[in-house]
């Protein structure tokens, strides 16, 4: 049974850090593209990153291109979100998910569009970007 596990999340202040990790369990890791999306308070879930099964396609949200990394070690079935130059508009309770094939799209304008690639979620992580 697939289970995912988000960790890493906290406070940060404007400017600065976090590196969210997705711990992977129940299915063969390298076989599927994963997934970060993040969800306001309110508000729908929003696309942020994608990586394909073997990591050599990595697609970002133009809100976090420059500022994000997604990355994956498939020897330890993790997933991870490296976050710099935070800003307060990055607070949200982030998600990772289990795509249903290797590859991934290129963009996702819709939590409609997310989840039907992405079916198998875990429980979210907080970040929270304040001074």
């Known amino acids: 049974q697939v289970h995912l596990e988000e960790s890493g999340g906290g406070l940060a202040q404007p400017g600065g850090s976090l590196r969210l990790s997705c711990a992977a369990s129940?299915?063969?890791?390298?076989?599927?593209?994963m997934t970060w999306a993040r969800q306001f308070p309110g508000k729908g879930l929003e696309w942020v990153s994608s990586?394909?099964?073997?990591?050599?396609?990595?697609y970002y949200a133009d809100s976090v291109k420059g500022r994000f990394t997604i990355s994956r070690d498939n020897a330890k079935n993790t997933l991870y979100l490296q976050m710099n130059s935070l800003e307060p508009e990055d607070t949200a309770l982030y998600y990772c998910?289990?795509?249903?094939?290797?590859?991934?799209?290129?963009?996702?304008?819709?939590?409609?569009?997310?989840?039907?690639?992405?079916?198998?979620w875990g429980r979210g992580a907080q970040v929270t970007v304040s001074s």
């Open positions: 129940g299915f063969t890791f390298n076989d599927y593209a």
């Open positions: 990586i394909s099964g073997d990591g050599s396609d990595t």
């Open positions: 998910a289990k795509g249903r094939g290797s590859k991934t799209g290129s963009t996702y304008r819709s939590s409609q569009e997310l989840l039907t690639d992405f079916r198998s």
